[in-house]
């Protein structure tokens, strides 16, 4: 099914997502979690954006799985359903990038965060800012002599409606068009 999703036109996803759904991610092991969540990814990266029921489906179906008890599926989950722009994504993500415990997630989320335009409310928006503003937690390793430093255009861009509307500043200076 990779190689469908890699090699085939934009006429092959429907069947290949439809494929896929007749193994359920609650009856698969993670391993088979990881594999089915990619060979989407992959799918969507390269076949593009598929119909709206099938995004509908989607949605539903990876949002019951969201968040995980694995680092590992709530980097791929999240990262399919703020491709597919789920209603509730904003939400789950915060709370995951707040209560991460490497740099490595904190990053990916706001990573990913930083493409969702869809989403962003009057709350969310502020908490992402003030996430990204005090930088990542600092977390002691032996390879990395301190916290690395993450600012991103890109959060800005993506939560600056929302934001906007709740703050008349952006870190002390007036929002500029």
Not at 113 to 138: C, D, M
Request: aromatic share 6%.
């Amino acid at each position: 099914m990779l190689a469908l999703a890699r090699l085939g036109d934009k006429e092959t996803q429907h069947a290949l997502l439809r494929a896929l759904a007749r193994w359920p991610l609650d009856s698969l092991d993670e391993t088979r979690k990881l594999i089915k969540l990619r060979v989407m990814e992959v799918s969507l990266a390269r076949q593009g954006r598929p119909s709206e029921d099938l995004i509908k489906v989607a949605i539903e179906k990876l949002d019951r799985q969201y968040p995980a008890k694995s680092w590992p599926l709530n980097r791929e989950l999240s990262q399919l359903l703020i491709y597919l722009e789920a209603p509730d994504v904003v939400t789950k993500t915060l709370a995951l990038l707040d209560a991460a415990p490497t740099q490595e997630e904190q990053i990916h989320y706001i990573f990913s965060l930083r493409t969702l335009k869809a989403g962003w409310t009057a709350e969310a928006a502020p908490a992402l800012f003030q996430l990204v503003q005090q930088g990542p937690r600092r977390i002691e390793s032996s390879d990395r002599p301190g916290p690395v430093v993450l600012r991103t255009p890109g959060v800005i861009t993506a939560t600056a409606p929302a934001f906007r509307s709740s703050s008349p500043t952006c870190g002390g200076r007036a929002w500029t068009n």
